[in-house]
């Protein structure tokens, strides 16, 4: 009917809806993930998870270097050679972008934690092996932060910044990545109980105890250049679990012998390791 006939039918003027800049870069985001997951071929998907993870590797020096702040989408796009357009193919935003590197951070600590636990022959007796796989974890966490200085960086920038970096929408997947970090120390520390290694106690709660208390050593290494031996995080990380380990009733005959056995078995990897070098 031509406008403004009402013989038969009501005319409904059409109207504009108005899209914000975001509304449209989250609907490009979701068209190409759907198109991602349903059409593309394994070849697509492959080249798509190799550019997601070159993205996040950038991302990570950028921050490394110059703190979140640093970060822009359009720097890191730049950076790459890519339109700001083309990197909301695969980021939706900054924070779906920290959140995607502090999961990944979370996933591959917890696989290094699984292959330091397999690896690294217990003692017969129950009670040394609970408290030498404690000693691992807690070894492990420093190693990690000494070797990879970044990635223990992003994640106390992401727990000191008062603001909420990642986005409640990704909160599950997050929590689910630090979850099965977490669920380790509470694995073994429940292990420990059970030998009766260590008194009664919420494992949970003295798992968080331990992690979060490991966190704040390894901050100490940034003040290191003020005084090299005082502010050495492996000598504090030392001071710390023995003092709780004993603190939640282990023998400390048992904890110092383990951390012994642990220092043994390090330093004759590094012995294999130097003769293996060209």
């Given amino acids: 009917h031509r406008r403004g006939d009402c013989r038969s039918h009501l005319w409904v003027p059409r109207t504009r809806v108005a899209i914000s800049l975001d509304q449209k870069v989250n609907m490009v985001y979701k068209i190409n993930t759907v198109y991602q997951m349903t059409q593309a071929s394994p070849h697509i998907k492959h080249k798509r998870l190799k550019r997601k993870q070159e993205i ?69 007796d129950a009670k040394d092996a609970s408290l030498f796989r404690l000693w691992i974890c807690a070894s492990f966490y420093l190693q990690e932060s000494s070797e990879h200085p970044e990635h223990a960086g992003l994640l106390a920038m992401l727990l000191a910044d008062p603001r909420h970096l990642v986005e409640d929408q990704d909160l599950p997947g997050v929590s689910a990545d630090f979850i099965g970090l977490f669920g380790q120390l ?62 939640w009733g282990a023998d400390p005959e048992r904890v110092q012998a383990q951390e012994t056995r642990l220092g043994t078995l390090k330093k004759s990897a590094l012995k294999i390791v130097d003769k293996e070098a060209p």
């Fill in 56 to 124: 996040q590797s950038r991302a990570m020096q950028m921050i490394s270097a110059d703190g979140i702040e640093a970060l822009t989408m359009q720097k890191l796009a730049a950076g790459l050679g890519l339109t700001a357009g083309a990197l909301y193919r695969y980021f939706r935003s900054k924070a779906e972008l920290i959140s995607g590197l502090e999961g990944q951070l979370l996933r591959d600590m917890s696989e290094g934690l699984s292959q330091a636990l397999e690896s690294a022959p217990p003692p017969p």
């Fill in 186 to 247: 509470v694995k073994q520390l429940s292990a420990a109980e059970a030998c009766t290694a260590l008194s009664p106690g919420d494992a949970q709660r003295r798992a968080l105890v331990f992690w979060s208390s490991l966190q704040g050593v390894c901050s100490l290494r940034k003040l290191r250049r003020v005084d090299a031996d005082f502010f050495d995080p492996s000598r504090a990380g030392s001071d710390l679990i023995r003092s709780l380990l004993q603190g």
